[in-house]
Structure formats: C-alpha cells, structure tokens
C-alpha cells in the first residue's frame, strides 16, 4: 500500500466518523419525529469538541466542504453552550444581601459509600440539601445530620425514586406532591430566611428509556413549571434526567421564569460519573430572577454514578 493510498484511506475514514457526527448533531433538533432524538440534544459539548478536530483536520487536507460543514456544527453548539458562561444578573435589585447554599445529589440507591456523601454535606455545610434515590438503607445512615439539619422531609422507596430535603431552616407547609399520574414523589416546602419567603421543590422526573417515560418526563416538568409562580422566590433541586439543550427543559425558563445556577459558571456535567467523556449535565439547582447566583461547583465523587451539584445564592 503507498503513501498516497494510506493517506486516503484516513481521510476517507474521517470522512465517516464526521458524516456521523453531523448526522447525530441534526437529529437532535428533532425529538417530535423520533423521542430517542432528543437523547442526542444532551451532548453539545462533545459535539463541539469532535467538530473542531474535524475542521482542523479537513483544512489541513485542503478539504473545503468538509471543513466548512465542521465549522457550521461548532458554530451551532458553541451558539447552544456559550450562554451558559455569560454571568446571571438578578431582575430585581435586592436591597440587603443575604446568602443562603444549596446542594442537589443523587446518592444512587446501591451506594455503600454513605461515609461520603455524609462527609461531603458536613463540609460544605449547605443550608438545603436535596437527595436523590434514597432508600431505607439512605434513610438510616442520614440521621446522623439531625442535629445540624432538624428540619427535613424523607420520603424513602427501593424503587430508586426516594426522595429526601434536609434544611438548617424551619420547613413550613412541606408536603408530598405528584406531578403526573406515574411519577415518584416530589417535595414542596416553604422556609423564610430573613424575611424572605422562599419556596423549595425537590423532584426528580423518571429517564426517558422508552417512549411512555418520555412523554411523563416531559408532562412532568411542565406540570412542575406551572405550578410556579413567576413572582415567587423559588429553588428547585433535583436529578430532572435532562440537559439545557434538550427543547423539552425549555418550559423551566420559559413558564417558570427559573434561571440555572450553573450561568455564569459553566456546563458542569454530573452524569455518568463512570465515562467522564460522555457526561452530561441532568443534575440541577434552578433559581428565579431575584436571586443572584454567586457560586456554583460541581463537587467530588462519592461512590453515586452522578456527581453532586453546589451552589451559594444571594437574596
């Protein structure tokens, strides 16, 4: 085989991989003809990544479309992800700051590693906490946080949609709502932090593995949506099984008015902790417009298959 020949053949191979890759890119801008679509919406990083190795490559080869088609990609995602770097400014001037933390995490229901998360909450101390996938299991090794956490509200289930909020403030008129009718249980409750009346919602809608959980997945977070009211002071805390790309998160801003902590700061992937190449970020903590998001983090492993979600706010 000569040179020429070699040459041509990597060339054709890439050729390949970047027609997949373009294909899967305009595929997920289509869920409503196929729901697995929507699936192919959550990796715009990755995306990114792959077009702008293939550009480079197709104009080293003086491969015009190809690298022009490349380009197109990165511009389309980049345009998806670069708004999440832009800093979050709050609506509403607030008068005097106050600073209340959050942290979301799925603890993943077979975690036998409880000493981290454990240790992880005493660290960073945050005023909520929302858990994910507790169990029985889940709800025995956490009362070692009563005394730091007398509030809390623990619903658990071995069926991987337990559910637990766990808060250093009085919980007021917490309850256990549904948002459709095949859904786990989700957590409302109200705190008042300086005198300020602060809504809290924790829930986690099921993955969309097929297409029934689809369609509850996404009647659920619209349900949830607008159950909100746009003038609230409002967290939501949860693993809601989808990323900021997908069309179907989109209700959260658009009819709840909630901005996410991870603006100004970064895409933050948390799922799956295992293939660090292929995470994408399901694991949220939503605000509404009169809170200033002053930091976020995504927080070391501690055995979960997700990775915890961090965040410091001002009222």
Request: proline share 7%.
């Amino acid at each position: 085989m000569t040179k020429t020949q070699k040459y041509f053949t990597l060339t054709n191979l890439v050729e390949v991989l970047t027609a997949i890759l373009l294909l899967q890119n305009l595929l997920s801008y289509f869920p409503q003809i196929y729901f697995g679509f929507e699936l192919l919406s959550h990796f715009r990083p990755q995306y990114c990544f792959l077009s702008l190795l293939s550009s480079i490559y197709f104009l080293i080869v003086k491969q015009k479309l190809w690298s022009s088609l490349c380009l197109i990609c990165l511009s389309i995602n980049l345009f998806s992800i670069l708004p999440i770097y832009l800093e979050h400014h709050p609506q509403t001037p607030v008068k005097t700051p106050t600073l209340i933390s959050a942290m979301s995490i799925n603890v993943l229901a077979l975690n036998q590693n409880k000493k981290a998360v454990i240790d992880l909450i005493k660290a960073k101390n945050p005023t909520l906490i929302s858990l994910q996938e507790v169990n029985n299991s889940w709800d025995k090794s956490l009362v070692v946080l009563d005394k730091t956490y007398p509030y809390k509200l623990v619903i658990p289930q071995e069926d991987n949609f337990g559910i637990a909020l766990f808060s250093q403030l009085p919980l007021t008129e917490s309850k256990v709502i549904t948002y459709t009718k095949n859904s786990g249980p989700s957590i409302t409750a109200k705190i008042e932090f300086q005198n300020t009346n602060i809504d809290i919602l924790v829930t986690h809608p099921r993955p969309p593995i097929n297409k029934m959980q689809f369609d509850q997945r996404n009647q659920h977070i619209i349900n949830l949506s607008r159950s909100i009211s746009i003038n609230s002071n409002t967290i939501l805390m949860g693993d809601l099984n989808v990323s900021m790309w997908s069309p179907y998160y989109k209700p959260l801003g658009q009819i709840a008015g909630l901005t996410n902590s991870r603006q100004g700061f970064g895409v933050f992937p948390t799922w799956p902790m295992h293939l660090p190449l292929l995470q994408i970020p399901i694991d949220h903590i939503l605000v509404s417009s009169k809170f200033k998001i002053l930091k976020t983090e995504r927080l070391k492993h501690i055995g979960s298959d997700h990775l915890p979600i961090y965040c410091e706010l001002e009222i």
